[in-house]
């Protein structure tokens, strides 16, 4: 399959494409910084199947040349993973939350995969492996509300509202169309205190893509294991 992949350069992207491309996938890799994903992407043993993609989810001008190189290279693609992500102004009272700042993490986490999959989807294949993945998180559950994350938490439940929505729009096209929780994972996100690692999450992932879990028809938000998650 041909898969898309945002943010693709280092945590739980790197290890997408990686995992990806070991299993024989064709990654196109959204990258912001050419120079040093090449670096870090060319270190995998299967670099020949990531080709990267200059891929910044806030402009949408970047987003619509990358689709126009896409459709140019490679005609279409099966799957798109957004993963892109900002983890800004946790554990904010109020009082003190920087707006721009939560601007900044609603650009990223949620106007991003809109723009994506608005540019995208055109060239997305329909047959039953095709699908489009939103990387979200247990904090945008509205069953699970700690406090003090005003910012990321609001982006990824509004991202689970897109995806809801998404979903109706393509459900009969063939399209499978989920937001997933990676659990939390050793990345410069989640720090080092975190007990999962992103290449068991991306091999979840693969292994949700290729069809091998069994999920709920009904099921748009799940764990990277494929279990239902909480709206
Ligand atoms: P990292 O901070 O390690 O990596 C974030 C990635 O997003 C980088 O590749 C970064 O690129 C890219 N990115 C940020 N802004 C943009 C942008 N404007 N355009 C394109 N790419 C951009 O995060 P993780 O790998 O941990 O997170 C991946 C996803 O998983 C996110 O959506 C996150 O919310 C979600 N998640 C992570 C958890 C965790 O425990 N780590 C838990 C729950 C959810 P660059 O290098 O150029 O900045």
Do not use: C
């Not at 890799?29 to 806030?58: F, H, N, W």
């Amino acid at each position: 399959m041909r898969i898309l992949i945002t943010g693709a350069n280092r945590g739980l992207g790197l290890a997408l494409s990686q995992a990806g491309a070991e299993r024989g996938h064709q990654i196109l890799a959204g990258v912001r910084d050419l120079q040093t994903s090449t670096e870090r992407l060319m270190q995998s043993e299967v670099y020949k199947s990531i080709s990267l993609l200059p891929l910044d989810v806030t402009d949408e001008e970047s987003v619509s040349s990358a689709a126009n190189a896409v459709k140019e290279n490679f005609g279409t693609i099966d799957v798109i993973i957004n993963n892109a992500g900002v983890l800004l102004e946790r554990d904010k009272q109020i009082e003190d939350l920087d707006l721009d700042q939560v601007k900044v993490t609603f650009d990223v986490n949620f106007f991003g995969p809109i723009k994506v999959v608005k540019h995208f989807l055109p060239l997305l294949m329909m047959g039953d492996r095709s699908s489009i993945i939103n990387i979200s998180s247990e904090s945008g559950s509205m069953s699970n509300a700690f406090g003090g994350d005003y910012a990321y938490a609001s982006s990824k439940t509004a991202l689970n509202m897109f995806t809801l929505q998404l979903n109706q729009y393509v459900k009969n096209k063939n399209i499978n169309v989920y937001s997933v929780h990676p659990g939390w994972i050793k990345t410069d996100m989640g720090g080092d205190r975190a007990p999962g690692n992103p290449i068991d999450t991306a091999k979840g992932i693969f292994d949700i893509i290729e069809g091998k879990r069994e999920i709920g028809s009904s099921n748009v938000f799940i764990t990277y294991e494929g279990q239902p998650m909480p709206l």
